[in-house]
């Protein structure tokens, strides 16, 4: 099966609702399988013009027909697993099933700070995350309620229930994440990272799925990250030294760092080599970043970049 292949933008960066509606319908009109946004009021500690994930979501369903929509990932700080849940579900309605609801413990105590929102200890947070993954699929139908140290929900029938809501775990953690992502989630996501890193993850992961008694390759491995190609050798040099400048690096280290995260480089015969090498790690979803204000994603050169991943 081919690599599935998503665009992710971060609107906290500054964009407005209808911009990011046009990239949406741009990426299903280039056949993409998702269209995510990130899950942040803040740049760091910038203000730029931001809209809510969950409710720009919703009407991103209204705006196309057939491509999935995913929040990557909202943070469970933001709200109450209720309030979670009954989104989710009316984003299921919204969609048709095409809504991907990924979760995480936040992170940003800058955008906590200036909001006056709590943002516990990293401890807490991932206890909290146990037991919002609990309560989604309690609420998405087992029926059973859940009583946990956090968050209760009594054994009720949670309606409208979802047709199809598929539940993103992403973040970085070594142990915790891949541990949840294997019990809980249909998706395990995190950013391009180095082949060791991502056995060991995997390792976690599947020893939680089979604990927890799912089939093996229950939950779809996806990446989120860059991709720097160019027609050709030159124009690439030309990437690498524009992009590593940018991060304070010379051409050569920065492209040694894309080799080391396994980041989609090179020409395109180059690139179709590392998105294949990317599928025999068991990575079947790359999602690229475009980490800029919405205004400035590019999508002329979007257009032939996906083409090339495609293979």
């Not at 927890?212 to 720097?228: C, E, L, Q």
Request: glycine share 10%; aromatic share 8%; net charge negative.
């Amino acid at each position: 099966m081919a690599m599935e292949l998503g665009l992710m933008v971060e609107p906290q960066v500054g964009g407005s609702y209808a911009r990011l509606r046009e990239l949406a319908v741009w990426a299903e009109n280039q056949g993409l399988d998702a269209f995510a946004r990130s899950d942040h009021y803040l740049d760091m500690e910038r203000s730029a013009p931001s809209t809510d994930a969950l409710t720009t979501l919703g009407g991103l369903a209204e705006a196309t027909d057939a491509i999935q929509l995913v929040v990557l990932v909202t943070p469970l700080t933001f709200r109450h697993p209720a309030v979670i849940a009954k989104a989710a579900a009316t984003l299921d309605e919204m969609t048709g099933g095409r809504f991907a609801l990924g979760v995480g413990t936040g992170w940003m105590q800058g955008e906590h700070d200036m909001f006056g929102m709590d943002l516990p200890e990293l401890g807490e947070r991932f206890d909290r995350l146990y037991e919002t993954l609990s309560y989604l699929r309690a609420a998405f139908g087992t029926n059973e309620g859940f009583a946990g140290k956090h968050y209760n929900l009594a054994p009720i029938d949670v309606l409208p229930r979802p047709l199809n809501v598929p539940i993103v775990v992403g973040g970085g953690g070594m142990k915790k994440t891949p541990s949840y992502a294997g019990r809980f989630a249909d998706e395990y996501n995190m950013f391009v990272t180095d082949s060791e890193t991502l056995e060991r993850r995997l390792d976690v992961m599947r020893t939680a799925e089979a604990t927890a008694g799912r089939d093996p390759g229950s939950v779809k491995v996806s990446f989120v990250g860059p991709a720097v190609v160019a027609a050709t050798d030159d124009e690439y040099a030309a990437l690498l030294t524009d992009r590593g400048s940018k991060r304070d690096m010379s051409a050569s280290e920065y492209e040694a760092f894309l080799i080391e995260k396994n980041v989609p480089r090179g020409t395109p015969d180059q690139a179709v080599a590392v998105v294949s090498d990317l599928e025999n790690m068991g990575i079947g979803r790359f999602y690229l970043q475009e980490y800029s204000h919405l205004d400035d994603v590019d999508t002329e050169a979007l257009t032939p970049l996906f083409k090339t991943l495609r293979g």
